[in-house]
């Protein structure tokens, strides 16, 4: 018996306190969430595209190498000032070099070819000939003068004709070999046409050309600085071999600077010409600095894990504190509005498809479908559904349930 008791009496126990947790649960109903609420407001609001980006030189002038050489001495340094045609980089072409001294002596060669084409014989050869051919015209004058009078002898029965015939025979042959002279002297005037002559006048114009041409480059072995500025980069070193048309250096005038922003993928479509730029950068953390979009992105090119577009930008003045490479924060306001009428985007919901919020009205809450116009990362414009001064529920969906 007493170890009935001993089990009844806790049992009893436990139900005496479930029944009173029940009467206090039944007479005692939660109370509502108290409301957290915001007031709609007029105010400016700015839809922007947060990104990063880097600072570099506006019109800068970029010098390429203009022949195939050795970088033998760089006079200058990255960051220092130069003045406009001074000298930047040396070269040395080994290649124009040797060629130069190879066409020059081809010129050489073709002019002496070319002498005896366009200038025709020489003076000694023809005054040898000059003097065959009055040799002979002598002889022949001579031989003549010893016929006729052959030929009186021989009318008169003085002599045979056999003598006539010999000196008729002799002043024929002196007569053929003086019409040979002068044929040769003929030929050697013309012993190349006019077209071979203006042929070897071509061929020496072009190669005085080459030379012309290959004396121009070694020139440029001095690479000047075009203009006055100062030096941006240098990515060559001396010693080292440059191709032709290979950068050598980058100069700008300090505080003429562009934005180059990196704008993700995604926002690209909302980036265009003209939209406000606001810089900032944790070297002078309380300055910053506007401009605009001058040169929304042309492609999209992988940037670390991130997809992006180049976006220039021209920034307001002339901020010599900005200055080449430094990394800054950027925001492009790509929409705003002055007079908004904007709420917390938290207090916006969607019900059955439809923008809402809730209010707080002095008989309690009520929900009001709204119609949206931007919407900044933390507050929203409402175009129609309320009005200004109206408060609507951030913790909506606490309220909801009661």
């Excluded at 880097?54 to 200058?76: C, M």
């Excluded at 040797?98 to 025709?120: D, N, P, S």
């Excluded at 050598?248 to 993700?264: E, F, K, N």
């Amino acid at each position: 018996m007493a170890r009935k008791k001993n089990i009844l009496i806790p049992l009893l126990i436990l139900v005496l306190l479930g029944a009173f947790f029940l009467v206090y649960l039944l007479n005692h109903e939660p109370e509502p969430p108290q409301l957290v609420l915001a007031t709609a407001a007029r105010r400016e609001i700015k839809v922007v595209v947060s990104t990063n980006g880097i600072i570099e030189p506006a019109g800068r002038s970029e010098v390429y190498a203009p022949v195939d050489g050795t970088v033998a001495l760089i006079p200058q340094q990255e960051g220092s000032e130069i003045e406009g045609g001074r000298l930047l980089v040396k070269l040395e072409s080994e290649q124009v070099r040797t060629a130069l001294t190879e066409a020059r002596t081809a010129l050489l060669q073709e002019k002496r070819q070319a002498r005896a084409v366009t200038a025709g014989p020489s003076k000694e050869e023809m005054a040898a000939l000059d003097a065959s051919i009055a040799e002979s015209e002598m002889q022949l004058k001579q031989q003549d003068k010893d016929l006729r009078e052959e030929e009186a002898l021989f009318s008169r029965g003085a002599t045979p004709r056999v003598a006539v015939e010999n000196l008729r025979k002799q002043r024929d042959l002196l007569q053929l070999r003086l019409e040979a002279l002068k044929q040769k002297k003929l030929d050697l005037h013309e012993r190349y046409s006019t077209e071979e002559k203006e042929w070897e006048r071509d061929k020496i114009a072009e190669l005085n050309r080459q030379v012309e041409l290959l004396e121009q480059q070694l020139r440029m072995e001095s690479v000047l600085a075009p203009r006055s500025g100062l030096i941006f980069s240098i990515p060559v070193k001396p010693g080292a071999f440059v191709t032709k048309g290979q950068l050598l250096a980058q100069i700008y005038q300090p505080g003429r600077i562009q934005l180059r922003a990196y704008v993700d993928e995604p926002d690209l479509g909302r980036i265009q010409k003209g939209q406000p730029v606001l810089v900032e950068w944790d070297g002078l953390p309380d300055r910053k600095w506007t401009g605009v979009v001058e040169k929304p992105a042309k492609q999209v090119v992988p940037l670390n894990n991130r997809s992006v577009g180049h976006v220039l930008c021209a920034l307001d003045g002339a901020p010599a504190e900005l200055i080449p490479n430094l990394n800054v924060k950027v925001e492009i306001v790509t929409a705003q509005k002055k007079d908004a009428l904007v709420i917390p985007r938290a207090a916006v919901f969607n019900r059955n498809g439809q923008p809402t919020v809730m209010v707080s009205e002095a008989k309690g809450t009520a929900l009001k479908p709204v119609e949206l116009g931007l919407a900044a990362p933390e507050e929203i414009e409402i175009l129609q559904g309320i009005r200004e001064g109206c408060s609507v529920v951030l913790n909506h969906g606490e309220a909801s349930r009661f």
